[in-house]
């Protein structure tokens, strides 16, 4: 199986501010990869897909960018919304795995 | 608008089976594959199983034998049989549509809100 990493695994971070989220995979996954978002009690929302593409309604604010094992989701001025857990998830074989989230909380 | 609702969680003895459905409205529910991710608590995302529209069916290694994922595209439903469940079968589990036609991507575009399910005595 594919194991997906993310750094940092959480970070206190203010509104305004701009955020970078990691992700590895331990081998090459071409730009099959996707990330989420998840608020406490909720249901995960898909924010990028193929690594780089926003989902519709999703803010221009949400960015990933990456290919091959590394890859990042920038988000470029944080909002009150987005204090959250953020999943990267790679679509390139089966089983399509998780990383283990970064918690992204208010400073 | 797409709507999935699960349904049919709950406490369970350990090596007793349960049955979840998701029933999906707002969009042609044949075209579509669709998932089942669960979520121990407090912990990540963990995907189950799949099943294209009409026939090519996955699962991870942990559920294979125990668990069997079916569809009903007359009904708009797909379930999740679970059977010899386990302490660590414990989780939210989530209905998820594949965001691809004719193909399955395991991209999800949209979730359910889930349903837990308590493996213990």
């Known amino acids: 199986d594919i194991q997906m990493t993310q750094s940092p695994s959480s970070l206190s971070t203010s509104v305004g501010d701009r955020v970078t989220i990691t992700c590895r995979a331990s081998?090459?996954?071409?730009?099959?990869l996707n990330w989420f978002q998840q608020s406490p009690g909720k249901a995960p929302k898909l924010l990028i897909y193929?690594?780089?593409t926003l989902q519709s309604g999703v803010p221009s604010r949400f960015s990933g960018s990456g290919s091959g094992t590394d890859f990042t989701l920038t988000i470029s001025s944080l909002q009150p919304e987005d204090f959250a857990t953020y999943y990267c998830?790679?679509?390139?074989?089966?089983?399509?795995?998780f990383g283990p989230g970064t918690k992204v909380e208010i400073k | 608008e797409v709507h999935l609702v699960e349904s049919g969680g709950g406490l369970v003895n350990p090596g007793g089976s349960l049955r979840l459905s998701c029933t999906a409205s707002?969009?042609?529910?044949?075209?579509?594959?669709m998932h089942w991710v669960r979520q121990a608590p407090g912990k990540g995302l963990e995907w189950v199983a799949s099943m294209s529209g009409h026939s090519y069916i996955y699962y991870v290694d942990s559920v294979k034998g125990r668990f069997t994922i079916y569809r009903d595209n007359d009904k708009n439903s797909l379930f999740l049989q679970m059977n010899s469940l386990r302490a660590e079968d414990t989780a939210v589990y989530y209905c998820?549509?594949?965001?691809?036609?004719?193909?399955?991507?395991?991209?999800?575009?949209?979730w359910g809100q889930g349903t837990m399910v308590t493996v213990s005595s």
């Open positions: 707002g969009f042609t529910f044949s075209f579509y594959s």
């Open positions: 081998q090459s996954i071409s730009t099959d």
């Open positions: 998830q790679q679509s390139y074989t089966t089983p399509p795995t």
């Open positions: 193929a690594a780089s």
């Open positions: 998820a549509r594949d965001m691809a036609t004719t193909v399955t991507t395991f991209r999800s575009d949209y």
